[in-house]
Nanobody, 121 residues
Framework: QVQLQESGPGLVKPSQTLSLTCIVSGDSITTSGYWSWVRQPPGKEPEFVGAIEYNGNTYYRPSLKGRTSISRDTSKNRFTLQLSSVTPEDTGRYYC??????????????WGLGTQVTVSS
């Protein structure tokens, strides 16, 4: 059973870069799947942020493409989200997940518990 755990700072200042890491156990990030990041702003629906495919290809939400980077460390079986030039609109709960489809992480996919990120000075 795959398990995912997010780690990173809970508070980030505006204009800084948010960096979150997802530690994966029980499955290899190089075998299959879309290793994804999803966020849920306060009072809004969850939204796909981006993903790194098992083969290393990356995909980003178009509205975030210029600020988003997803990378991985295959030796440690983890992947990282970096979101630059953050604003308070980037506040929300961030989840990492193993998805079977690109751009959609459903209830039957594997999710981490999420980590709250607040952008504030």
């Amino acid at each position: 059973q795959v398990q995912l755990q997010e780690s990173g700072p809970g508070l980030v200042k505006p204009s800084q870069t948010l960096s979150l890491t997802c530690i994966v156990s029980g499955d290899s990030i190089t075998t299959s799947g879309y290793w994804s990041w999803v966020r849920q702003p306060p009072g809004k629906e969850p939204e796909f942020v981006g993903a790194i495919e098992y083969n290393g290809n990356t995909y980003y939400r178009p509205s975030l493409k210029g600020r988003t980077s997803i990378s991985r460390d295959t030796s440690k079986n983890r992947f990282t989200l970096q979101l630059s030039s953050v604003t308070p609109e980037d506040t929300g709960r961030y989840y990492c997940a193993r998805a079977r489809s690109l751009g959609y992480v459903g209830p039957n996919d594997s999710w981490g518990l999420g980590t709250q990120v607040t952008v504030s000075s």
